[in-house]
């Protein structure tokens, strides 16, 4: 079955304590993944687009990575302004299929 | 460029009765997605449409739920003698014309629609 899921579901971090979200996906003809940020009462923001295994996209504190099975988003130092749900989403150009997201909190 | 734009933004609804809510995609795109949200849930698709087709609604319940995107104006999300469980916030998504429809989706800012 395609499916695409997020771990952990909530994660709570210090201030400046990297971390990593997992994002992996059984989605079968991978044509693109996507990672977007979502705040409370808002629509997701996207972030990132991954095509292919071994591409990285950076912006700011944020890292995403991609293999043939799952991709990672690195938080390098973490603000409590990055504190957001973060949603991974795939494609096979047939659908899109979106991961439940990873609930991040960050603390002064 | 104007973002993806939905209205209204909040949406109160007695039961039984119709809403209906709209969006206006991203200037150059001709891809609208609909996708239900409850609280503390993921993004559930509902509906792709191209502009004047349903591509897929495969996740549109069969019964009271309709969308349309017509050539001219705004994509629309209609929902007939509403109930108490289709409150949620209902997200619009558009994706640009050369990635056929599977392109980046940038979001709206979500219709909350309340049923009483």
């Known amino acids: 079955e395609d499916q695409v899921t997020q771990s952990p579901e909530a994660l709570r971090l210090q201030e400046g304590e990297s971390s990593s979200l997992n994002c992996s996906y059984t989605v079968s003809g991978l044509r693109g993944l996507f990672w977007y940020r979502q705040d409370p009462g808002k629509g997701p923001e996207f972030l990132f687009t991954?095509?292919?295994a071994g591409e990285e996209k950076e912006k700011e504190r944020l890292k995403a990575t991609l293999t043939k099975k799952e991709s990672f988003l690195h938080i390098t130092a973490p603000k409590p302004e990055d504190s957001a749900t973060y949603l991974c989403?795939?494609?096979?150009?047939?659908?899109?299929?979106f991961g439940s997201g990873t609930k991040l909190n960050v603390k002064p | 460029n104007a973002g993806v734009m939905q209205n209204p933004r909040h949406l109160v609804r007695r039961r039984g009765q119709e809403a209906r809510l709209r969006c206006s995609p991203m200037?150059?795109?001709?891809?609208v997605y609909w996708y239900r949200q409850l609280p503390e849930e993921g993004l559930k698709f509902m509906v792709y449409l191209q502009k004047e087709n349903i591509i897929d609604e495969s996740g549109m319940p069969k019964e009271r739920f309709s969308a349309e995107f017509p050539k001219e104006g705004p994509s629309i999300l209609r929902i007939q003698q509403v109930v108490r469980g289709d409150s949620a916030a209902y997200f619009c998504a558009s994706s640009p014309d050369g990635t056929g429809g599977f392109g980046e989706q940038f979001f709206g800012p979500g219709t909350r629609l309340t049923v009483l």
């Open positions: 989403a795939v494609t096979n150009f047939n659908k899109f299929y």
């Open positions: 991954l095509y292919s």
């Open positions: 200037k150059g795109h001709s891809h």
